[in-house]
């Protein structure tokens, strides 16, 4: 199936962040594996179990943190789970996203929503990546030509984000890392968009923490003052934000993939978000601008795009006649989830929609979260029906 193709009766997808190593070998399909992770304080899936009843959905493993979930449905007709792996570096929480200190990815698989999940070996380790040094963020996946390909954020020696690609025979992995990020790659949340023809897009870009301010000019800005909202020819800094309520905000960044798919066959542009009236989203619209978790799928003509708002915590989306845009805003698919951050992907399964997302059921701290999946309606006339991650609270 492929990533974001949602024909009515298609697929759609999901993104994810990982980390903590484990030597287990893979279970067989339908059975877990219990992979090691560092210790961390939280409650136990028993302690949550008297406060169950808010939540909408479960997590779909108790055994390690997971976030950020890029699904997809291969060949096999399996679910493939790509998410960051959570745990408790003991980092201080700031804006910048310092606490989310992910070392590894690790691959969740399951035969149907609601069956047994394998929680697979180690894909991947910082430790393996020769241009990384820290913090490998929400991933990735994508299939061509029996191979599979990881596309990940990480921050090299120098504290900048850039994004890499790693290859398997393995839907699962092991990966092996290229040796080099991806040449004019920059920022975090690498999603890679199959077309009809065959044609494969990563769509990337996350501000604050994801650094995408940084690169408004097209070269790195390393100034602490760099204002993470707004984008000018010349970046403004914190103090000028008031005095500019109409600036453009920043946008998420698209670029068609080489054949080889672990290169890009064109520089990125960005890909516009627009209102109503078919003007750019401002970056004071914290309800509806792009702030990361970029996603793209397909029904029929149309392409949709959903993202995360970030500090008003909302998954929305806009649709557009083209990979590349222009996307008209239409609305909310997740409600805020509990805990900060909201990460998503979309995808169809045995003829059924399903959204994929985060919260902070087990451990009640944002950085230490745990995938759910749902059932999502895309209603007759394309419209999305918004889930409420809480009803019962």
């Not at 650094?211 to 970046?235: F, I, K, M, S």
């Not at 979260?369 to 895309?378: D, G, Q, S």
Request: net charge negative; proline share 7%.
């Amino acid at each position: 199936m492929r990533k974001a193709s949602l024909i009515f009766g298609s697929a759609i997808i999901l993104a994810t962040h990982l980390a903590a190593c484990s030597g287990e070998k893979p279970a067989p399909a339908g059975q877990e594996t219990v992979t090691q992770t560092p210790p961390v304080e939280t409650e136990t899936a028993e302690d949550t179990t008297a406060s169950d009843s808010k939540y909408l959905e479960q997590p779909l493993v108790t055994e390690i943190f997971t976030a950020d979930p890029s699904v997809h449905v291969w060949d096999d007709e399996r679910i493939y789970v790509y998410p960051s792996h959570d745990y408790d570096a003991g980092i201080p929480e700031d804006d910048l996203g310092s606490q989310y200190a992910m070392r590894d990815y690790i691959v969740l698989s399951m035969d149907e929503v609601g069956g047994d999940v394998t929680i697979h070996d180690v894909g991947l380790d910082v430790d393996d990546v020769p241009w990384a040094a820290q913090q490998m963020w929400a991933p990735d996946a994508a299939h061509k030509d029996g191979k599979y390909y990881l596309y990940f954020p990480a921050k090299d020696e120098n504290g900048v984000f850039h994004i890499g690609a790693a290859v398997s025979d393995s839907p699962t992995g092991p990966f092996t890392a290229e040796p080099e990020a991806i040449e004019g790659s920059f920022s975090m949340d690498p999603s890679v968009f199959e077309d009809d023809d065959g044609e494969y897009y990563m769509y990337f870009g996350g501000i604050w923490g994801g650094q995408l301010q940084r690169w408004a000019t097209g070269e790195y800005n390393d100034d602490p003052n760099l204002n993470t909202d707004l984008v000018n020819d010349d970046p403004l800094t914190n103090e000028d934000e008031a005095d500019q309520p109409d600036d453009v905000a920043l946008m998420p960044k698209i670029a068609k993939m080489a054949d080889d798919m672990v290169s890009f066959a064109e520089a990125p542009k960005d890909v516009m978000i627009l209102d109503e009236n078919g003007d750019p989203i401002k970056a004071k619209d914290h309800d509806r601008r792009f702030f990361e978790a970029a996603w793209v799928n397909r029904i029929g003509d149309t392409y949709y795009l959903s993202y995360s708002t970030g500090d008003t915590h909302k998954i929305v989306y806009a649709t557009g006649d083209s990979p590349y845009g222009p996307f008209t805003y239409q609305g909310v698919v997740n409600q805020p989830v509990e805990g900060w951050t909201n990460h998503h992907s979309i995808f169809q399964h045995n003829g059924k929609w399903y959204l994929a997302y985060h919260d902070v059921q087990l451990s009640g701290k944002s950085h230490l979260r745990n995938v759910k999946i749902t059932e999502l309606t895309v209603n007759d006339d394309g419209t999305i029906e918004p889930v409420n991650p809480m009803p019962g609270q």
